[in-house]
């Protein structure tokens, strides 16, 4: 099996999202359709009533909000924010402090994450063929550089299990988490990742002999499958 993938590594969660959740998700489209007018409020004081107290909603929509974020779920950020807005005008900005550092996270991971690709791209433009082969720059790795991203949580705000996760990678997938980690050192200084490998995604694709097939998976998941690229971890170890 040969394969080759779109890596963005962030965080993910592991939060279960209980039934009546769907039914919110799905209550809200059905009131636009048949035409009943209701006002924000109207609708907050619903949820809040439905989880049962203003806590267990707050908690519950920041567990959402992480799990939209950063678990390959499409999103707006600007909207985000706005619905932030409108929840700390009810409740007040010191209910919603998590909320509102997990969406500065996400913008300046953004700016972040660009900045370390820029810095690489102009240090790739000047390399040589050996300093190519040393950085396991190869006609098609399983990952490389410009296909690592990642998000930068802040410690204590994010609904995640911060235990540190001893994982051993592929050798051809180490040195690309490495070559990024030595770059957000030089933009951070004193400072230096951890990586997360069991949250965020994937945007793997795998070629079989009957065609390509794109799936959307954790990390994890990925580097499992990577140690089945016969033809990425041979020419690491220059094997034929």
């Not at 209550?27 to 949820?47: A, C, E, H, R």
């Not at 990742?193 to 694709?205: A, P, R, T």
Request: net charge neutral; charged share 25%.
């Amino acid at each position: 099996m040969k394969t080759k993938n779109q890596q963005k590594t962030g965080r993910c969660f592991h939060s279960k999202i209980e039934s009546h959740q769907n039914q919110v998700e799905y209550f809200l489209p059905f009131l636009n359709t048949i035409g009943i007018k209701y006002k924000v409020s109207d609708m907050v004081t619903w949820l809040v009533n439905l989880y049962g107290s203003q806590e267990a909603f707050i908690n519950e929509y920041q567990n959402m909000l992480g799990e939209k974020l950063v678990g390959g779920k499409p999103y707006n950020i600007d909207e985000e924010i706005k619905n932030l807005e409108l929840l700390k005008a009810r409740f007040g900005d010191n209910y919603l402090q998590n909320c509102q550092i997990i969406l500065k996270d996400i913008k300046d991971s953004k700016r972040i994450n660009n900045t370390i690709h820029k810095e690489y791209n102009k240090e790739f433009e000047t390399m040589d063929i050996e300093t190519l082969k040393k950085k396991n720059v190869s006609d098609k790795p399983f990952l490389t550089f410009d296909k690592l991203n990642a998000i930068f949580l802040s410690k204590g705000y994010w609904p995640i299990n911060y235990d540190y996760e001893s994982f051993k990678m592929p050798p051809n997938l180490q040195v690309v988490f490495d070559q990024y980690s030595a770059k957000y050192s030089l933009t951070k200084a004193m400072r230096k990742l951890i990586w997360h490998h069991s949250l965020g995604w994937v945007d793997l694709e795998l070629e079989f002999d009957n065609g390509s097939f794109n799936f959307k998976c954790l990390p994890t998941h990925a580097i499992l499958i990577s140690y089945l690229d016969e033809k990425c971890i041979n020419s690491y170890y220059g094997l034929s």
